[in-house]
Nanobody
Framework: QVQLVESGGGLVQAGGSLRLSCVASGNIFSISAMGWYRQAPGKQRELVATISSGGSTNYADSVKGRFTISRDNAKNTVYLQMTSLKPEDTAVYFC???????????????WGQGTQVTVSS
């Protein structure tokens, strides 16, 4: 079992920056990758960025060049540094973790409770 707690959300002006944090606890050694997703009102949840255990990153086209995902393994923490924020970035941001366990190496996904990011124009 993995627990994820996000923090760092808030209100920021367009063009500003914000850094989200996600602390993982529980069976952290089973985690193979972590990521950030977001969900705006009336919209489907979408992938923002992911980072593998080896440090490989992936970004949605809409945030490339503006957002950076990173991790601090010593602190069991993943970050999302957001810059040049736009009103369309407004959403609830969720931290996710993919764990692998079992004899057949099945995947199990875990989610944090979410943190609100609001970007004003």
């Amino acid at each position: 079992q993995v627990q994820l707690v996000e923090s760092g959300g808030g209100l920021v002006q367009a063009g500003g920056s914000l850094r989200l944090s996600c602390v993982a606890s529980g069976n952290i050694f089973s985690i193979s990758a972590m990521g950030w997703y977001r969900q705006a009102p009336g919209k489907q949840r979408e992938l923002v960025a992911t980072i593998s255990s080896g440090g490989s990153t992936n970004y949605a086209d809409s945030v490339k060049g503006r957002f950076t995902i990173s991790r601090d393994n010593a602190k069991n923490t993943v970050y999302l540094q957001m810059t040049s924020l736009k009103p369309e970035d407004t959403a609830v941001y969720f931290c996710s973790a993919r764990a692998i366990r079992g004899v057949y190496n099945n995947y199990y996904d875990y989610w944090g409770q979410g943190t609100q990011v609001t970007v004003s124009s």
